[in-house]
């Protein structure tokens, strides 16, 4: 153990033993978890950050919104606001948050809503008819009850491999994953073999009951973000910009095909004018740059801050997940359960 551990352990200890209390006292129904009274699912994690929450968020909104009106509820995190916004497609990222923002902007029919308190939230969403109401990261919220839990955990730091913060990037202990109803390994290699797969499974340690599933992401075509842009050519240099917690994966996807430049910023980075003369200067001289649907947010309002060489070929693109396998044995598990838990049925 190094000398940095000998200080942080300590603190991990303190910390496993708060969240531990805690956790401990929602079980006992000392503290109450409030049922919530339409079909509910709640996306989360056990580690801050980077396991792809919003695009399997949107998987969900995506797989039900053609039967159902869909609400999906988030505190909205890094917002200037404060209390309940509904979230519209002409929406500030600072009012409401970019993740809900981009949400909104996929599925402008879905009621998007920003709360941190979930129970006032799902109160509000459910007065405005909400059928189904997906809660994004949630899984430590534990003030309301979804139907079904699903937690993700990341195929190259698993939260078996990971430790208490400060030491690591857990939120609360491994047990905590006994709560899930369903575990995804996500941003998994598109080719994980069915041996790797029963080993991660393996080594999950899942109670009985529970539901384990692979995806990767799956990049779409890239689409302008900008009327000034001509339609997508793929190009042989280009620049990435990103402001997401783990940028290496969108990075690697194109630097197989192309000389990348990588401008990374802080996750749910907000751009300031140094940043945007920095990505004019690193961005000169490439025939294109690329950025996540999420950075595209925070990029929109500054339109007129950007040249317009720049805003001819900046480009979004878009990230959904794909299943390995299994797929419809999990659309299943949610439709039935949405379909068997309506109010009317």
Not at 237 to 247: Q, R
Not at 265 to 271: I, M, Y
């Amino acid at each position: 153990m190094n000398i940095l551990r000998w200080f942080l352990f300590p603190l991990a200890v303190l910390y496993g033993g708060v969240t531990k209390v805690r956790n401990w006292l929602f079980d006992l129904g000392i503290l109450e978890e409030q049922p919530i009274m339409v079909p509910s699912i709640a996306v989360g994690n056990l580690a801050v950050g980077g396991t792809g929450k919003t695009p399997h968020v949107e998987y969900l909104l995506r797989l039900l919104t053609p039967q159902y009106r869909v609400a999906m509820l988030s505190r909205g995190y890094g917002r200037h606001t404060k209390g309940l916004q509904a979230v519209s497609i002409e929406a500030h990222p600072d009012a409401v948050g970019d993740e809900p923002l981009q949400v909104k902007r996929r599925f402008p029919q879905s009621l998007v809503v920003v709360d941190a308190n979930r129970r006032r939230g799902v109160k509000w969403l459910t007065q405005q008819g909400a059928e189904a109401i997906v809660l994004d990261d949630a899984f430590q919220h534990r003030y309301v009850r979804p139907g079904i839990r699903i937690l993700l955990t990341t195929y190259n730091r698993p939260y078996t491999k990971d430790e208490l913060l400060p030491m690591g990037r857990l939120r609360e202990a491994q047990q905590g994953a006994k709560r899930a109803d369903i575990i995804i390994v996500t941003k998994c290699p598109s080719a994980l073999s069915p041996a790797t797969r029963d080993a991660i499974v393996q080594e999950l340690k899942c109670r009985e009951g529970q539901s384990v599933f692979f995806t990767y992401n799956h990049y779409g075509t890239p689409y302008a973000l900008f009327p000034d842009a001509s339609p997508y050519r793929q190009s042989a240099n280009l620049a990435v910009i990103t402001g997401i917690a783990h940028p290496e994966p969108l990075i690697t996807h194109f630097a197989k095909d192309a000389t990348v430049v990588a401008l990374r910023f802080p996750d749910h980075h907000r751009f300031t004018k140094a940043d945007l003369q920095r990505i004019e200067q690193e961005t000169a001289h490439v025939s294109q740059v690329i950025t996540t649907e999420k950075d595209a947010t925070r990029l929109l309002p500054y339109a007129t801050s950007l040249s317009v060489t720049l805003r001819q070929k900046i480009y979004v693109q878009p990230i959904e997940v794909a299943f390995l396998s299994d797929e419809n044995s999990f659309n299943n598990i949610i439709i039935s359960y949405v379909s068997t838990h309506q109010r009317n049925s």
